[in-house]
């Protein structure tokens, strides 16, 4: 969510308004999907300052620079990273894992949610947004006896109104074939 973080700053500066990330989220949903793509890795974007000035030459496909081009290109490219160390973390273990938990701010971006679902091929299951702070909760829950055990603690969580399932729709290919247009270019 670096990225986006830094377009959001360099947008609030270039614009005097901080754009909403739920403001963002919808102009990326009626961006073209799979359009272009980035390493979300490369080093070079882990310096502050990022904007979508900087992240332009490391963009792989057609690029209109409009925010929710911008945005959409972030975000399934982070989406697809996921897919892919999933996949690779599958291999190492040699062993399927069914589903993937998400805590924290991003498990709220539904779409998002949806993609990474799609993308693995694996349900998600999102939230909560406070992961640190329920799980010093669950210390002291435990330690006051309200939960007798951490599989009763998780069944407590996993109870909370916030956390979400998102399962995959249809096929996972297009995403394997967006992740493979890196590995493509030059």
Known sequence: MWLLEECRRAWALEDGVDP????????????????????????????PGQSP??????????????????????????????ATRADEIETLLGTHRPVIHVVGGASRMA?????????TGKR?????VEATALGNAVVQWRTRGVVADLADARAAIARMPEIRTFEPIG????????AARLKESP
């Open 53 to 82: 000035r900087t992240i332009e030459p490391h963009v792989v496909g057609s690029w209109t620079g409009t925010k929710g081009a911008v945005v959409r290109t972030i975000l399934e490219s982070l989406v697809a990273r996921l």
């Open 111 to 119: 779409l998002v949610m949806q993609w990474l679902a799609d993308a």
């Open 20 to 47: 909403s990330v739920p403001d963002l989220l919808s102009e990326a949903e009626r961006a073209p999907a799979f359009a272009a793509i980035l390493d979300v890795d490369h080093p070079a974007l882990a310096r």
């Open 124 to 128: 998600v299951v999102a939230g909560p």
């Open 171 to 178: 096929s996972r290919q297009p995403w394997l074939d967006f």
